[in-house]
């Protein structure tokens, strides 16, 4: 079919009110970049998942990465969009311009976990902790790099990991959320995990998962196939991107995954603890651990926070009190929705101010 002809289907949809869900923040950004919402009808509901890594992070890792860099002797290497996610000391940034009796805490942008290396081996006396943050996408990236410092007798780095899986988020939402008809399952973690991992919810729950890459006719494709699997009364996976997901997804990335982590109980921002859903380090990779287990507590969060209905879904993001009111804006941000380039929150503000 040709992309006229679904975008003449989806604009001319008049049904039941169906509401689909874009796990990825990388979606997200996609759909308003091109214009989606205007291109189907408005009986099609496109809202947010938890998709982005940064923004389901607890406020415990934050605090944990604010204590290893105020720390004699470590220095915190992170990526730039953790650097203003709010913790109960304060964001990253905030430590790293502010003076604690005389010291500042000591953090450097990464821009590769493998940079953990170098500075590793150029400074033995200085242990390099790295806050690990992201879904199957990054994780086979740092448990390659513990593989080099391990072959390498490399001891001075830990890892502080916030490294978690995609499906049992996404069954936490079916169980909990009867009202989502579908899913526009992401490109980059499906390249890693292949569509298989989908076959248990979408059969379990009966809907829809399709995967889709993140150009316009991508996503169009992706909204097609799962609006007529719901007027067929059907729910399963559609590999909607198969020019870079393969069935059985990358296999040498899973192994390495497979090798340097176990599954253990992990806090979403707004979800809560999910069973099954973290990636902690283990067995000889263990030592590398910089305590990332038990970082479960969470701010609590003012009344006037919708943090936890945006990520999932429950509301769009210029729903909340305090979305671009003055107390939540890139600049001063409260969540780290608002933080992250993948976070809803921004890319609703930058794509509406």
Not at 225 to 249: F, L
């Amino acid at each position: 079919m040709e992309i006229r002809e679904v975008i003449d289907y989806l604009k001319s949809y008049d049904g039941r009110e169906l509401k689909l869900m874009e796990v990825c923040g990388t979606h997200t950004a996609a759909i308003f970049k091109n214009g989606i919402r205007e291109l189907i009808s408005p009986k099609i509901k496109l809202i947010s998942g938890p998709g982005c890594p940064v923004c389901v992070t607890p406020t415990a890792f934050i605090d944990k990465c604010v204590e290893y860099a105020r720390k004699p002797g470590c220095q915190l290497l992170t990526f730039g969009d953790m650097m203003k996610v709010p913790g109960t000391r304060g964001s990253l940034s905030e430590n790293k311009a502010e003076d604690n009796e005389g010291a500042k805490a000591d953090i450097a942008i990464m821009y590769s976990p493998f940079e953990a290396l170098e500075r590793a081996k150029e400074d033995p006396d200085t242990t390099y902790v790295v806050a690990a943050v992201g879904f199957e996408t990054t994780a086979p990236t740092y448990a390659l790099m513990l593989r080099q410092a391990r072959l390498q007798g490399i001891d001075n780095i830990r890892l502080v990991t916030a490294l978690k899986t995609a499906i049992p988020a996404l069954d936490w939402i079916c169980a909990n959320q009867n009202d989502i008809d579908g899913f526009i399952c992401p490109g980059h973690v499906s390249v890693i995990t292949g569509v298989h991992v989908y076959d248990g919810p979408a059969e379990k729950y009966g809907r829809p998962f399709v995967v889709s890459g993140f150009e316009a006719e991508h996503i169009l494709a992706a909204i097609y196939r799962i609006v007529k699997q719901v007027e067929a009364g059907q729910g399963c996976v559609e590999n909607m991107y198969p020019n870079a997901v393969r069935d059985e997804g990358n296999a040498k990335a899973m192994a390495a995954i497979n090798e340097v982590y176990e599954a253990g109980p992990a806090m979403w921002r707004g979800l809560g603890v999910i069973e099954g859903s973290g990636l902690y380090l283990k067995g000889e990779y263990a030592v590398y651990d910089g305590g990332s287990r038990g970082l479960d507590s969470d701010m609590e969060l003012p009344e006037a926070c919708r943090c936890g209905a945006v990520i999932t879904g429950k509301i769009n993001p210029d729903q909340c009190p305090m979305f671009a009111a003055g107390s939540c804006t890139p600049m001063d941000p409260f969540g780290p929705c608002m933080v992250s380039s993948e976070g809803s929150c921004g890319i609703w503000y930058r794509n509406k101010h």
